[in-house]
């Protein structure tokens, strides 16, 4: 417990002793939910797929006997005249890459961070809960406890980050509390892999 230097404000802080359970790493359900990426693969197609389609259609007009489109007579000139150090090129070559190291990682990341996964009761069915829900009840479970005034909770993958404040009883009692009180509620949960707890109670002045 500490005391703040204007007076007004005394603290505790605790990392609860609650930890993962050994067996929860054999109970996951496939880890995290993929997400579908359904807005950046319709984007790409559509631009391969117009890129594609108005290069057909000037090949096959050169082949029948007429001219090239005036912006690809510009490309391959500016393609065989300029510079590999000139800075459109170089420009362009990092809008690629950066585009191509985009694609890259939506390919290899589960995304849908805003979604836990839950330990599976059968194999055909996989279910989650949203990070948001999760805080929601765990807030209300904070403030359950006796002292509780006000309460804030943050859940991440692999931490529950709780910050509350105190308006009577001594700190430490509500802290037990409060630790207690989480420790069940993240149990209740059924996450998959139960995260970390860190508790952060102070006691503001009057006001």
């Known amino acids: 417990m500490e005391k703040d230097p204007g007076g007004g404000w005394t603290q505790s802080t605790s ?44 090949l096959v007009a050169v082949r029948a006997g007429g001219p090239a489109m005036a912006w690809r007579r510009t490309l391959a000139d500016e393609l065989a005249t300029r510079a590999l150090d000139d800075v459109w090129v170089l420009t362009g070559a990092a809008v690629l890459a950066a585009i191509g190291l985009w694609l890259l990682v939506l390919a290899v990341t ?21 990070r948001a829900a999760a805080a929601l009840v765990l807030r209300d479970r904070a403030m359950e406890v006796a002292g509780v005034r006000a309460a804030r909770v943050e859940v991440r993958r692999h931490k529950v980050k709780a910050r509350a404040e105190a308006h009577f009883r001594e700190l430490d009692e509500v802290r037990a509390d409060l630790d207690s009180a989480l420790e069940d509620g993240i149990r209740e949960l059924g996450l998959a892999g139960r995260p970390r707890l860190s508790v952060h109670l102070r006691r503001a002045g009057k006001r």
């Open 110 to 130: 589960p995304g849908r961070r805003g979604l836990l996964t839950m330990r599976a009761v059968t194999p055909e069915v996989r279910t989650g809960l949203e």
């Open 15 to 58: 990392t609860a002793a609650y930890r993962p359970q050994p067996g929860d790493a054999g109970r996951r359900a496939n880890g995290r939910f993929w997400s579908s990426r359904r807005f950046p693969a319709v984007v790409l197609a559509l631009l391969l797929l117009l890129g594609t389609g108005l290069l057909l259609y000037d």
